[in-house]
């Protein structure tokens, strides 16, 4: 049997050290990974959170009046087309958030989605103007 101080046995220190230095750089590289990895589900579960919190509820009634997203804006050339159609109105809301709408134009009904609905909010009021001219100042 040969023993760690004799010169021709295998085990000496200068192949044993490198070895064990490799296994802790390993060990080190792993428990690092395991921390960003632990960082990493921490702020995802974080953002989540965040954003859950920021979905804007939507309560509908009936006989409100909505906006209909237009679905196949994609289809028609131009920026500055209105993504919303409407107004309608709310006929009949479901237990699993599709809800039955009204065109006010046609008064035709269907059912979407209350993702692609918004609350109608009637434009402003415009008062007349009173129009003053005005004078240059006498010196």
């Known amino acids: 049997m040969k023993f760690p101080d004799e010169p021709d046995s295998l ?19 792993n428990k690092l990974e395991e921390d960003f ?7 995802d579960k974080e953002t989540k959170v965040f954003h859950v919190a920021r979905i804007s509820k939507k309560n509908f009634t ?14 028609f050339p131009g ?23 009204q065109s006010l134009k046609t008064k035709n009904t269907f059912k979407v989605n209350d993702h692609q609905l918004k609350e109608y909010r009637k434009g402003f009021q415009t008062e007349p103007v009173e129009i003053m001219d005005l004078e240059d100042p006498i010196l």
């Open 37 to 43: 990895l632990d960082n990493l589900e921490i702020e």
């Open 62 to 75: 009936v006989g409100q009046k909505v906006l209909l997203q237009h679905s196949k804006l994609k289809f």
């Open 11 to 29: 085990c000496t220190l200068s192949i044993i050290e490198p070895i064990v230095q490799e296994v802790f750089e390993l060990d080190c590289k």
């Open 79 to 101: 920026k500055l087309r209105s993504r919303w159609l409407g107004p309608h109105v709310i006929t009949k809301i479901f237990a699993n958030g599709a809800v039955e709408i």
